[in-house]
Nanobody, 122 residues
């Protein structure tokens, strides 16, 4: 059983910073893309940032220049450094990854974390 566990959410003032972390555990042969999504109250879940296994990154326009996604392939972790936070960044943030559990399985499975709440407010 593979699971993703996020940490690092909390309350921060506008203009502040937070760092989210996500660790994958269980039976893992390889991980393809790792992603951060977020869902604000009464809004649809949106893709915030993606990092490929090779380190290529992509961001939604609203966070470009403020958020940085990174990963440690040896530790099966992904992080999201969030700077210059705005009230509009308030949401539950979810870690997501495409994971191949072992060498006998020739496909990747999408796995989600439980989410961590980020609140940006004065």
């Amino acid at each position: 059983q593979v699971q993703l566990v996020e940490s690092g959410g909390g309350l921060v003032q506008p203009g502040g910073s937070l760092r989210l972390s996500c660790a994958a555990s269980g039976s893992i042969f390889s991980i393809n893309d790792m992603n951060w999504y977020r869902q604000a109250p009464e809004k649809e879940r949106e893709l915030v940032a993606t990092i490929s296994s090779g380190g290529t990154t992509r961001y939604t326009d609203s966070v470009k220049g403020r958020f940085t996604i990174s990963r440690d392939n040896a530790k099966n972790t992904v992080s999201l450094q969030m700077n210059s936070l705005k009230p509009d960044d308030t949401a539950v943030y979810y870690c997501n990854a495409e994971i191949r559990p072992n060498s006998q399985v020739y496909r990747y499975f999408e796995v989600w974390g439980q989410g961590t709440l980020v609140t940006v407010s004065s």
